[in-house]
């Protein structure tokens, strides 16, 4: 059921991105996204491999869909503490990012090449919604684009509670990678 209603959005977000005629689409259901919290008492990392995202190559346009249950941890009891306890990952299923690209026609996607870029919108995590502006590189190689980025978010603006008994394991501030390859559809 999960895997359907990840897909339904999906489908979504591609068709709203659609509708810009003559667009490219980029795309992909396995894109990476990690993140990682290190204090003196414990470092803590967990990768996802299931996040889905879309980028219009005309607009710049670009959402992010992040299931939270699809992060692995290290141990499974991390990994049970953090959907039960922390993310409330039945209430709050996925993480998104929807926003767009500053400047996309500086991006040249017929020719190799790497390019910095700053992505504005809007980050969801745990049901809280903010504005945020997200430094990172796209890479434009043999019709794939890789986008690249690393940014701190901070769990308490986002309303997820942090046990005070295990607050000395985990990071204020926690940094998210982006590294997800996206093919032309």
Known sequence: MQRFIRHTILAAAVSALALTAGAQQYMTRTGRVTFFS??????????????????????????????????????RLMQDHFNENYMESDTYPKASFTGGIRNPEAIRYTKDGVYEVQAAGTLTIHGVSKEVTIPGTMTVKDGTVTIYSQFMVRPADYKIRIPSVVAAKIAEEVKVTVNTILKEK
């Open 38 to 75: 290190t204090t003196p008492a414990e470092d803590i990392e967990a990768i996802n491999n299931e996040s889905a995202a879309v980028l219009d190559g005309k607009t710049g346009a670009v959402s992010f869909q992040v299931p939270i249950k699809s992060f692995k941890f290290e141990r």
